[in-house]
Structure formats: C-alpha cells, structure tokens
C-alpha cells in the first residue's frame, strides 16, 4: 500500500544507535547544538553532522539558527511521542555501573518528555487528575472536565486558547511505567506552573526531575499522593 510506502525510510533513521541517542536527548524539547549532541552521543563532530542531517531530510528534527550557532530540536511532539512508545517495546537494558544505575533510577522516578511530566510522578499525577474527576477518559485520550479547567484556574496554569484545548487531552504511554500520562499543552502548562511554585526541579542527570523538600509536602497535599 502507498501509505505504508515511506515506513522503513522511517524505521532506518530511528534504527541507528547513534541518531537514536540524539532524538532521546532532544525528547525533553530544549534544543542543543550539534557539538552538545556530538559530546552526548560520543561520537565525532563530523559524525553527528551527517547524522544531523539525515534526520533533519527525513523530517524528525529542525535546525534553528541563531547568531553563530545552529540549534536542533524534534520536528513535533509527536516524535518524542513515537520515541517512548517504541522505548516501551524494548526490554532495559542491563545498567554498567553505578552512575548509570542512579539515572536510570532518576529518569524512571520522575523525567520530562516535550516538557511535561512523565515517570512515577507523571503517572501518579494523571491518576490523581483523574481520581478527582479534572480530567475523564475520552476514547484514546483524556478530557478536560469543567471541573478540572477550574482547578487549573485556581492552580495558576496559564495556557493560550484552554476552551480550545480543552476537547482533547493527548495520552501517551510511559515507557518506564507502562502506563499513561497526560501530553500536551496542559500537562506542559501543570509541569510549568510546578517547576515556577519551586516543587519541582531539573536534576543533575538530563531530563531528569526532581521534588524539592517544599514540594514533596505541598504535591502530597494538592494531589492527594503518597510519594
């Protein structure tokens, strides 16, 4: 069929260990030049170039250039989307010391993906969002309730167009927790509103989240949650 024509052109930039490892790290949805994304996936200058560049024809990336540098980031959400779903396939892999045992644990526990929460806290959250009844399940996504869209009033999140958004929430599986977090532009908002109340940080291993002393009492209390 013409539409499944164009699926291993797809499958072969993803399939790559080194492109792999780029689009993991642009998955938090900050860009990074492509010296940083060379020094992370360890390989040359040159290499990560021509790696750039076939990920930026095969329409997964962008580059954004900025005064003397060039910055790459994930073409969509989407992407990162694709990326934990095909993580969620895949069996982890055995951790080599004990510096990659402490991130692994980090990343699972709390991380970003597009700039939301995912990992145990992103997953304990979208159950309690749903427990007190802010949002409902919708086919394959969740909605925004009327009740929810006043508590995200009252918490102080800030989102262009919420009536807009608020038809549909994107659900995406957690390839850590084999469970779904809420995506998109709300869960971006309630993952921006922690991170600016000072409950939540960005930790020392990347993408990783972590709960300040201040915010661990005032989650448990706004989210009903046992951390």
Not at 77 to 92: D, I, Y
Not at 183 to 200: H, N, S
């Given at each position: 069929?013409?539409?499944?024509?164009?699926?291993?052109?797809?499958?072969?930039?993803?399939?790559?260990?080194?492109?792999?490892?780029?689009?993991?790290?642009?998955?938090?949805?900050?860009?990074?030049?492509?010296?940083?994304?060379?020094?992370?996936?360890?390989?040359?200058?040159?290499?990560?170039?021509?790696?750039?560049?076939?990920?930026?024809?095969?329409?997964?990336?962008?580059?954004?250039?900025?005064?003397?540098?060039?910055?790459?980031?994930?073409a969509?959400?989407?992407?990162?989307?694709?990326?934990?779903?095909?993580?969620?396939?895949?069996?982890?892999?055995?951790?080599?010391s004990?510096?990659?045992?402490?991130?692994?644990?980090?990343?699972?526990?709390?991380?970003?993906?597009?700039?939301?929460?995912?990992?145990?806290?992103?997953?304990?959250?979208?159950?309690a969002?749903?427990?007190?009844?802010?949002?409902?399940?919708?086919?394959?996504?969740?909605?925004?309730?009327?009740?929810?869209?006043?508590?995200?009033?009252?918490?102080?999140?800030?989102?262009?167009?919420?009536?807009?958004?608020?038809?549909?929430?994107?659900?995406?599986?957690?390839?850590?927790?084999?469970?779904?977090?809420?995506?998109?532009?709300?869960?971006?908002?309630?993952?921006?509103?922690?991170?600016?109340?000072?409950?939540?940080?960005?930790?020392?291993?990347?993408?990783?989240?972590l709960?300040?002393?201040?915010?661990?009492?005032?989650?448990?209390?706004?989210?009903?949650?046992?951390?």
């Amino acid at each position: 069929m013409n539409m499944y024509k164009n699926i291993a052109s797809i499958a072969a930039l993803f399939g790559d260990p080194t492109r792999t490892t780029i689009l993991a790290s642009l998955v938090d949805g900050r860009p990074l030049t492509a010296g940083e994304l060379a020094y992370i996936a360890e390989v040359s200058p040159q290499t990560a170039s021509a790696h750039l560049t076939k990920l930026v024809k095969g329409g997964l990336i962008v580059m954004e250039p900025q005064g003397r540098h060039r910055y790459y980031r994930l073409a969509s959400s989407k992407v990162a989307e694709v990326m934990e779903e095909m993580a969620s396939l895949t069996t982890p892999a055995p951790t080599r010391s004990l510096r990659e045992s402490d991130q692994a644990k980090a990343l699972r526990f709390a991380r970003t993906c597009y700039e939301h929460l995912a990992g145990e806290l992103g997953v304990a959250i979208t159950n309690a969002l749903l427990k007190k009844e802010y949002i409902q399940e919708s086919d394959e996504k969740y909605r925004l309730t009327a009740l929810g869209e006043k508590w995200l009033i009252e918490f102080g999140v800030k989102i262009d167009g919420l009536n807009r958004l608020a038809c549909s929430i994107p659900r995406h599986i957690d390839w850590t927790e084999r469970h779904y977090h809420i995506g998109g532009p709300i869960a971006v908002g309630i993952t921006r509103r922690l991170i600016e109340l000072g409950f939540i940080s960005r930790g020392p291993a990347r993408r990783s989240i972590l709960i300040t002393e201040a915010g661990r009492i005032q989650i448990q209390r706004e989210f009903d949650l046992e951390l």
